[in-house]
């Protein structure tokens, strides 16, 4: 399994993960709808930045670190973080046959590793309070739960956090 950065050239084997995920819930409340924006920018480097986790040709799985209000501001605000350097984990997904092998542990800590080299200070990341995997994972990486909110007026979301190292001068 290889874990790598998506290009534009991944953009269809993005779309079509997405696809299988958002058919194969276990419960559509742990989805937020994409909105045609986070959309568009989902391979733009200044707004997102998905890493996937490729077996051979197939995308097993992947996770984008949001680097932009549009995505986190709401979760910012909440924890009152409006003064710090922020980014959000998201759209976490793993093909059904893929699942329980870590693998989105695995792409995650990558992400931190990245935000950290970027200078980010917190990440952060919403979660259904229902999706245990995706908690279970978020964990293991050192977040923890920090407030709730509801997202959309009707989503219910824990708001996990993690401060990170801040580079040694
Ligand atoms: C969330 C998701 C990406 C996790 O992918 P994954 O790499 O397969 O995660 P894992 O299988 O390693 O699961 C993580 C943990 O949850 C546990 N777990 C998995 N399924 C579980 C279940 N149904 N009940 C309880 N625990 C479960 C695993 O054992 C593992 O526990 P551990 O960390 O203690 O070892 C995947 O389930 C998915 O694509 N879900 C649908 C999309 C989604 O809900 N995305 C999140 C939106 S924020």
Redesign the pocket.
């Known amino acids: 399994m290889v874990i790598r950065k998506l290009s534009p050239d991944d953009s269809a084997a993005l779309f079509e993960l997405i696809d299988i995920?958002e058919a194969?819930?276990?419960?559509k409340s742990?989805?937020?709808p994409i909105d045609k924006l986070s959309r568009d920018n989902f391979l733009n480097d200044e707004w997102t930045e998905f890493y996937g986790a490729f077996d051979g040709g197939i995308l097993a799985?992947a996770?984008a670190l949001f680097y932009n209000e549009h995505e986190y501001g709401g979760s910012k605000r909440i924890l009152g973080l409006d003064r710090s350097n922020v980014a959000e984990i998201?759209?976490?997904?793993?093909?059904?046959e893929?699942?329980?092998?870590?693998?989105?542990?695995?792409?995650n800590s990558v992400l931190l590793d990245v935000a950290e080299k970027k200078g980010i200070e917190y990440v952060l990341?919403?979660?259904?309070p229902g999706?245990?995997?995706?908690?279970?994972?978020l964990?293991?990486l050192g977040m923890n739960k920090a407030a709730s909110c509801v997202k959309n007026e009707i989503y219910p979301r824990d708001i996990f956090l993690i401060e990170l190292k801040k580079e040694e001068k």
Do not use: E
């Open positions: 995920i194969d819930l276990p419960d742990f989805w937020l799985g996770s998201g759209r976490a997904m793993v093909r059904p893929y699942r329980g092998r870590n693998l989105l542990f695995k792409i990341s919403t979660v259904h999706n245990i995997p995706s908690r279970s994972s964990q293991k």
